[in-house]
């Protein structure tokens, strides 16, 4: 499946925050939306997903508009993997990764044991099956942020959404979010994810979109977009980015922002 | 860490995972039949005490005979007791706990918040405004019943519509409730006026006796009926779609993404709930904190989740108003007050739970 976001304007009501943005991501790739604060990534990233209405431009699933689509229709196409958060009730983590089954039931009924296979599926895939019955609202917020991962897989969408997934996560469970981000995409999902460290789309290899101020931005392969000078138009710091090679002889590139 | 230690176990949970599931629906059948043998429990009491004692056995007596046509071998006066007064009570009683029960766990989901209860968009002032003034106008039963009800409806669409022109068509949960805070309180003042311009020596008790809740009003059989059909309308919806209720409860944006159109759902859990809750307080007056604590109560028993959330709280919301009503009627030579009670007993209760310390059920 391929989403193609077309000369999208988008903003809230009348009020345009971007205007012109081009991007797609097929199946099997990872798109990362990197920008400063209040640029407009998360304006994108809604009207991406539906929330706020399209000023202009088009959004596109394999050629189609997703614009008549249902909320069910769009949903069982996208998923989305919000960032890890308490909700009010304490349901057991399965609970919660079951409510990725409301796109794919009638409008009366609720989970049979098929989706309850199909959720513990998801957790098996990710490695969280310990989670399983315990409380969502108990366990860590790198584990609440898995088992969000896992709510959106057991969706079955083609395309995944992920807003700053490693958000709050300490240093370690930062870059496990990021393994199974690169699994997932090896396993055919297309990836649109913002984070707000550069490094991220090295280690996500794929595309970039770098949002900049007064509505400029740079569209690529990681390694072309993300460059010394493009974060320092964007962020307004001084960055070097450096290969540093690792012992098996393959070099990791790396971006170290400079602070004097 | 944490992660890397606990993945070693992760297989053998694996196969332990159809019995866990089993055994976890097990538990929650007979958690539902625990708390329906409670009610009928209950139920029996609530036959037997009041100021005419009836033992139980001479109301089987009088059920069987009044079913089957039996000659009538019991005292008149007790088979009026039990056939129109005491029974119908009960039959309400049962009606407006769950009722209330079920449009505060709704609400509570909706809202995304354990500590609403179902007049946050105003239905119980617009309700207690109503019948003051049906009190005021010399209205009867029925009258006041209506007036009650079309009152409590019309504040919630008031506050629905205000809040969509605050919103500019998309209303927000924050501007609904916002709003609703400004209606209950216009109505709340309304009703002190036709509190201050109703006589002081009928009227004006009439309608505070009113506003306390009671149940001992009008028990006759349309009564019944006039409660009965926008209850189960408003409760059969709402059962049916529970199960949605958690996703609402994440919030709009998440239950949009996983598929869900919150609008019209919103809109339904909205209408049911405030259906149940003007029904239920037409015929009881304002019945305060069953909306707030059953669905604690229940969450704390079932858990969280709406698919047994809100058939526990029918159980335990019927069983709760039955027993207050018992105490109500029984415990001295005059009535008391619905909503004193429920407070007294409400208030210590709601103190435990934080007592308790769960967050995470609170």
Same mark, same amino acid.
């Given at each position: 499946m391929k989403l193609e976001i077309k000369n999208v304007s988008c903003g809230y009501g009348s009020k345009v925050v971007l205007s012109g943005v081009s991007m797609e991501v097929n199946s099997g790739e990872i798109l990362s939306l990197l920008g400063p604060n209040g640029v407009g990534k998360t304006t994108l990233f809604k009207t991406m997903l539906g929330f706020l209405k399209l000023i202009d431009g088009e959004i596109l699933l394999d050629g189609q508009d997703v614009r008549s689509w249902s909320r069910k229709k769009l949903a069982g196409a996208i998923g989305y993997v919000p960032q890890?958060?308490?909700?009010?009730?304490?349901?057991?983590?399965?609970?919660?990764?079951?409510?990725?089954?409301?796109?794919?039931?009638?409008?009366?009924?609720?989970?049979?044991?098929?989706?309850?296979?199909?959720?513990?599926?998801?957790?098996?895939?990710?490695?969280?099956?310990?989670?399983?019955?315990?409380?969502?609202?108990?366990?860590?917020?790198?584990?609440?942020?898995?088992?969000?991962?896992?709510?959106?897989?057991?969706?079955?969408?083609?395309?995944?959404?992920?807003?700053?997934?490693?958000?709050?996560?300490?240093?370690?469970?930062?870059?496990?979010?990021?393994?199974?981000?690169?699994r997932l995409a090896e396993r055919g999902l297309g990836i649109v994810m913002t984070t707000h460290f550069p490094n991220h789309a090295f280690q996500c290899p794929g595309k970039v979109v770098l949002l900049q101020r007064n509505n400029r931005f740079v569209y690529g392969e990681a390694d072309e977009v993300v460059t010394e000078n493009h974060l320092r138009a964007a962020y307004g710091i001084d960055v070097v980015i450096k290969d540093i090679m690792l012992p098996g002889g393959n070099a990791v590139r790396s971006c170290v922002p400079l602070i004097n | 860490m944490e992660y890397v230690k606990k993945g070693v176990i992760e297989s053998s949970d694996v196969l332990l995972k159809p019995d866990s599931y089993r055994s976890s629906s097990r538990k929650k059948a007979s958690i539902l039949t625990v708390l329906a043998a409670v009610l009928i429990a209950v139920i029996c009491i609530s036959v037997t005490v009041g100021r005419y004692s009836v033992p139980l056995s001479e109301m089987m007596h009088i059920l069987w005979g009044k079913l089957f046509g039996?000659?009538?071998?019991?005292?008149?006066?007790?088979?009026?007791?039990?056939?129109?007064?005491?029974?119908?009570?009960?039959?309400?009683?049962?009606?407006?706990?769950?009722?209330?029960?079920?449009?505060?766990?709704?609400?509570?989901?909706?809202?995304?918040? *354990? !500590?609403?209860?179902?007049?946050?968009?105003?239905?119980?002032?617009?309700?207690?405004?109503?019948?003051?003034? &049906?009190? #005021?106008?010399?209205?009867?039963?029925?009258?006041?019943?209506?007036?009650?009800?079309?009152?409590?409806?019309?504040?919630?669409?008031?506050?629905?519509?205000?809040?969509?022109?605050?919103?500019?068509?998309?209303?927000?949960?924050?501007?609904?409730?916002?709003?609703? !805070?400004?209606?209950?309180?216009?109505?709340?003042?309304?009703?002190? !006026?036709?509190?201050?311009?109703?006589?002081?020596?009928?009227?004006?008790?009439?309608?505070?006796?009113?506003? =306390?809740?009671?149940?001992?009003?009008?028990?006759?059989?349309?009564?019944?009926?006039?409660?009965?059909?926008?209850?189960?309308?408003?409760?059969? *919806?709402?059962?049916?779609?529970?199960?949605?209720?958690?996703?609402?409860?994440?919030?709009?944006?998440?239950?949009?993404?996983?598929?869900?159109?919150?609008?019209?759902?919103?809109?339904?859990?909205?209408?049911?709930?405030?259906?149940?809750?003007?029904? &239920?307080?037409?015929?009881?007056? =304002?019945?305060?904190?069953?909306?707030?604590?059953?669905?604690?109560?229940?969450?704390?028993?079932?858990?969280?989740?709406?698919? =047994? #959330?809100l058939p526990t709280s029918i159980l335990i919301g019927s069983a709760f108003l039955l027993l207050v009503d018992d105490i109500a009627r029984s415990a001295f030579a005059v009535e008391i007050p619905l909503s004193i009670l429920t407070s007294l007993i409400g208030a210590p209760f709601f103190l435990y739970l934080l007592l308790q310390g769960r967050k995470a059920w609170i």
């Open positions: 890890a958060h308490t909700p009010p009730f304490p349901f057991s983590v399965i609970d919660v990764v079951l409510m990725g089954r409301v796109a794919h039931l009638g409008a009366l009924s609720s989970p049979s044991g098929k989706d309850v296979k199909i959720a513990d599926e998801s957790l098996d895939s990710l490695g969280i099956s310990y989670l399983r019955d315990r409380i969502y609202t108990e366990i860590s917020g790198g584990e609440r942020q898995m088992v969000l991962i896992a709510r959106a897989l057991t969706q079955k969408p083609d395309i995944l959404v992920m807003d700053e997934p490693t958000s709050n996560l300490d240093f370690g469970n930062q870059i496990k979010v990021l393994k199974q981000v690169n | 039996a000659t009538p071998a019991w005292s008149l006066s007790v088979e009026t007791v039990l056939l129109h007064v005491r029974i119908p009570r009960i039959i309400k009683a049962l009606l407006v706990g769950g009722a209330l029960a079920v449009s505060g766990a709704a609400y509570q989901g909706l809202f995304k918040n *354990p !500590m609403v209860s179902p007049d946050i968009l105003g239905v119980s002032s617009g309700a207690g405004f109503g019948a003051s003034l &049906a009190i #005021l106008f010399s209205f009867g039963t029925i009258g006041i019943q209506l007036a009650a009800f079309g009152f409590g409806l019309g504040a919630v669409i008031l506050t629905f519509f205000i809040s969509a022109i605050i919103g500019r068509g998309k209303s927000s949960i924050l501007v609904l409730v916002l709003t609703g !805070m400004v209606i209950s309180t216009l109505f709340a003042s309304f009703t002190s !006026m036709t509190k201050y311009l109703a006589d002081t020596e009928n009227k004006l008790p009439d309608i505070t006796y009113w506003l =306390m809740g009671s149940l001992a009003r009008s028990t006759s059989l349309k009564d019944i009926i006039i409660l009965l059909v926008p209850v189960l309308v408003g409760s059969i *919806p709402l059962f049916l779609i529970r199960w949605k209720l958690n996703v609402l409860s994440f919030g709009e944006e998440e239950a949009q993404a996983l598929g869900i159109n919150t609008t019209s759902l919103r809109l339904l859990v909205i209408g049911c709930a405030t259906l149940l809750t003007a029904s &239920a307080i037409s015929v009881s007056g =304002m019945v305060g904190w069953i909306g707030l604590i059953i669905p604690h109560a229940a969450r704390l028993i079932a858990g969280p989740n709406y698919k =047994m #959330l």
